[in-house]
């Protein structure tokens, strides 16, 4: 059986700086933080969701079946291994998964609703990229960024206060649930961050 875990070593040296660590986020934490998410903010599904390093798509596929909030699913990876194993997987499947081959930062994240990242691994240049592009996207719905790992406090207030200081344009404020996740690495729940902005 392939498995998501081992990718060639040839594609790990294509992308030096990237991250490539393997682990799977539940997803009926992921599903009940979703439906909290609609009922606390009376978001009216559908809601699309993207999954930025979805790997072989198994949180995807799941949310697919278990969450009836979900509109479009959106799973991007960098490892061709880890695409094609999203498509192999799920190819006599009558979902609909959206299965992207390539590099989340350079993608139009605007159609996502709620957006998410299993960034425990990820450098703090990417996590502050992922900060930077999700506070651009137009926010006139409620848009959600989730974590595992906690986004550099110095550069959300440098955000809010770059927005309050803007006169003309419309004004969001970040702000940050902290929330309990199972993640397939850990045998306690970890910490889960919801960023929105108001
Ligand atoms: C820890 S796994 C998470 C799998 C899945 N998202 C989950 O939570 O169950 C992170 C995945 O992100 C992928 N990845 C890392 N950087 C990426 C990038 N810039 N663009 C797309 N995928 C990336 C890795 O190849 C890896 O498969």
């Keep these: 059986m392939e498995s998501a875990f081992r990718i060639p070593k040839t594609e790990i040296n294509k992308f030096p700086n990237k991250d490539h660590t ?23 599904p559908p809601i699309n969701f993207i999954d930025l390093g979805c ?5 995807c596929r799941d949310l697919e079946l278990l969450n009836g909030n979900l509109g479009l699913i959106t799973g991007v990876e960098l490892s061709k ?11 006599n499947s009558d979902t609909e998964i959206q299965w992207i081959h390539g590099d989340f930062i350079n993608m139009d994240w605007n159609e996502y609703d709620i957006i998410y990242a299993c960034n425990t691994c990820f450098s703090e240049h990417i996590n502050e990229i992922i900060l930077e592009k999700w506070s651009k996207i137009n926010q006139t719905n409620p848009k959600f960024l989730i974590t595992l790992k906690e986004l550099p406090i110095d550069q959300i207030n440098k955000i809010n206060n770059k927005f309050k200081s803007n006169k003309n344009k419309q004004r969001y404020v970040i702000h940050m649930e902290s929330h309990k996740m199972n993640v397939s690495w850990l045998k306690d729940k970890t910490n889960c961050f919801v960023y929105y902005t108001e």
Excluded: P, W
């Design 81 to 91: 291994t880890r695409h094609n194993l999203c498509k192999k997987l799920y190819a």
């Design 55 to 59: 790997g072989d798509g198994k949180l």
């Design 22 to 44: 393997y682990g799977e986020t539940d997803s009926i934490s992921m599903s009940n933080l979703i439906n909290y998410l609609v009922k606390k903010f009376n978001i009216t």
